[in-house]
């Protein structure tokens, strides 16, 4: 079977030189781009296997697989902001693959559920990113750091002393 290339545009070399110069100041793009290249090639796999929910969309089906969440409780299980899991369930919604109902005992919740054909989707999601654990241990392995691990720890530094506080005091001089 022929190796697909990705769609994601490579980066051009001299963004490549500049990031390499600077870095690891431009983790940020990095991680974009990584993050954009997973997306875009995982979806792809995913949808020829027959998966219709979007890369993005997973991990909050997997999240609703315990049963139905308000979209605050979603966004704060996930780590996510209000604004962009209001995104997701409405693509989700679009698809049929959740609904928003009502809390009789707080009108100002409205819990978010898995349709009936949402949860089968859920569980093909679910079959699915049980194999994406391999490709990315086996990848892991391939590169010699469990990038998982290591910006989970990242993420604990940053929640513990914020990034803003660490450039803040970086850059304290720059203007004497």
Do not use: W
């Not at 990584?34 to 890369?55: F, K, M, N, Y």
């Not at 009936?116 to 392995?141: C, P």
Request: aromatic letters at 6%.
């Amino acid at each position: 079977m022929e190796s697909r290339r990705a769609t994601v545009q490579p980066a051009d070399q001299t963004v490549d030189r500049k990031i390499l110069k600077y870095a690891p100041a431009f983790f940020g793009l990095l991680a974009t781009r990584l993050t954009d290249l997973v997306v875009d090639e995982g979806g792809r796999v995913s949808a020829e296997r027959g998966i219709e929910t979007p890369p993005r969309c997973m991990s909050t089906m997997l999240t609703l697989l315990d049963g139905p969440k308000g979209v605050s409780e979603l966004a704060r299980e996930l780590g996510m902001s209000h604004v962009a899991l209001i995104k997701i369930v409405r693509q989700l919604t679009e698809l049929g693959f959740v609904e928003i109902g009502a809390d009789p005992e707080d009108r100002r919740r409205r819990p978010v559920a898995l349709t009936e054909i949402g949860h089968k989707a859920a569980l093909d999601v679910e079959r699915f990113v049980m194999r994406l654990r391999v490709v990315y241990f086996d990848l892991f392995d391939e590169i010699g750091v469990n990038v998982h691990d290591a910006m989970r720890k990242m993420e604990a530094a940053l929640r513990k002393r914020s990034f803003y506080d660490r450039l803040e005091k970086a850059t304290r001089d720059i203007n004497e």
